[in-house]
């Protein structure tokens, strides 16, 4: 794509949160009747997306590294482009 090798962690940030809030918007964003129990709601709901959320980052995260790396550029390799 031709984003510097240097930026390789800003991608793989993007990638990263990318994934991580879409599980966990997924999850948190049931419906509630009333603020107290959106507060109990969104309490749990973190929780859960917390616990869901550890497992699949620590695995996903050397496929995710690796993707960024790909997207990316070293900088001898961008001078020659």
């Given at each position: 794509m031709g984003i510097s090798r240097r930026y390789s962690h800003f991608v793989f940030g993007v990638i990263q949160s990318g994934?991580?809030?879409l599980i966990a918007?997924?999850?948190a964003s049931f419906p509630a009747q009333s603020l107290l129990h959106f507060l109990?709601?969104?309490?749990v709901s973190w929780l859960i997306a917390w616990a869901a959320m550890l497992p699949i980052v620590v695995?996903?995260?050397p496929a995710i590294r690796a993707l960024s790396?790909?997207?990316?550029?070293?900088p001898d390799?961008?001078?020659?482009?």
């Open positions: 994934l991580t809030s918007a997924g999850i109990q709601h969104w309490t695995l996903a995260a790396l790909r997207l990316t550029a070293e390799e961008e001078a020659a482009n």
